[in-house]
């Protein structure tokens, strides 16, 4: 597996990242290096935050939480909870459509020991959608107000605020909200540069993202195909933005966040790692899968990542597929054993290696 030119370079680019500090109703909050791992429902889960955050990320956000009163206490949402050990600072992505309901999950976040809230207006999943939650907010700017308002009383610690550049393409009213939510004291954007009705799809506009920095006066992170070194500067030259946060880029490419950090901090960017060092880091966050979710679900839970991360392998698809049919986490880890083992024996790492 061979390095990306982009991330062949040892020399440093023009771009840097500054900390920021975040101003709350009663707290502060610095980002000693404003890098972020986007909250991703299903993806940003403990094991791969903790990951994410030893390569490099400034900011790891927890996936979101409904702050539906009935779901507060669900199984899925327990599992979601910040712990006072997780990487600091600690965030909290919440989703909602209520007030008060916002407000009261906010708090319950910060007495479980956040020291930052983002609320959800980009998700774009029609589940979320279909209750007039996440993107589909964007469509509504006078109740992103009372919710923006009804937290920021709520917590006294900083908070942020995740959206779109829009509903579509004929609605790109991220600026609206933005000025909406300076005013209501969140101390932070993150902007996805892609409308509700593009979802995932077509490619992700920044000129949406630099209007947004040029008017506001809080820091504001870029998002949206942030996917190599070149493309962050890149990126970062265009909208001017305080900081980057990255989503699906580190699907399987955790290493991501120390080659941007190394970038725009000025140092040498490391390659990208060959097949036994993938191998390494996905058996770090499968041990750390296994013992947050139990047999059932960390199984099911290290296969979605595994797809990930053996697109980055020389392993023959057929073998890779083998993976998906392994039932419990001690089959996993023995065939995981074998496959580092051949992976270990091959000389060159382009090599495929046979079942």
Not at 21 to 44: H, K, N, Q, T, W
Not at 133 to 138: C, H, N, R, V, Y
Not at 287 to 311: C, F, L, Q
Request: hydrophobic content about 40%; some cysteine.
């Amino acid at each position: 597996m061979s390095a990306r030119p982009d991330q062949r370079s040892t020399t440093a680019p023009a771009a840097r990242l500054a900390p920021i500090e975040l101003v709350g109703r009663d707290e502060r909050l610095r980002i000693e290096f404003p890098l972020a791992l986007a909250p991703m429902a299903g993806i940003s889960d403990r094991p791969f935050r903790q990951l994410c955050f030893d390569q490099g990320a400034g900011l790891v956000i927890n996936e979101m939480l409904s702050s539906k009163p009935e779901l507060r206490h669900t199984r899925k949402s327990e599992q979601r909870r910040i712990r006072p050990d997780d990487p600091e600072p600690r965030a909290v992505q919440l989703l909602g459509n209520e007030p008060e309901d916002l407000a009261k999950a906010a708090q319950q976040a910060y007495r479980d020991g956040a020291q930052l809230i983002d609320l959800n207006l980009g998700c774009p999943a029609k589940k979320v959608c279909r209750k007039a939650a996440g993107s589909a907010l964007m469509a509504e700017p006078d109740t992103v107000a009372r919710l923006l308002d009804a937290t920021v009383r709520a917590v006294p610690c900083p908070v942020t605020l995740k959206m779109r550049t829009g509903p579509d393409d004929t609605w790109r009213n991220a600026p609206e909200i933005a000025r909406i939510a300076e005013q209501a004291g969140i101390a932070m954007l993150s902007v996805h540069g892609r409308t509700r009705a593009q979802k995932y799809l077509g490619e992700a506009e920044h000129d949406t993202i630099a209007r947004v920095v040029a008017e506001r006066r809080i820091p504001v992170l870029a998002n949206g195909d942030i996917d190599s070194v070149d493309r962050a500067v890149e990126v970062l030259e265009q909208t001017g933005a305080a900081g980057l946060m990255i989503g699906r880029a580190a699907f399987g490419r955790p290493w991501l966040f120390r080659q941007l950090r190394a970038a725009l901090e000025g140092r040498r960017v490391p390659p990208d790692p060959v097949a036994t060092e993938v191998m390494g880091l996905l058996r770090e966050q499968f041990e750390n899968i296994y013992r947050h979710y139990g047999n059932v679900m960390g199984v099911r839970i290290a296969r979605k990542h595994w797809g990930w991360y053996s697109s980055q392998l020389p392993i023959a698809e057929g073998t890779r597929k083998e993976f998906n049919r392994l039932e419990t986490i001690e089959s996993q880890r023995r065939w995981l054993d074998r496959r580092e083992a051949e992976l270990r024996s091959v000389s060159s790492p382009s090599a495929d290696v046979s079942p």
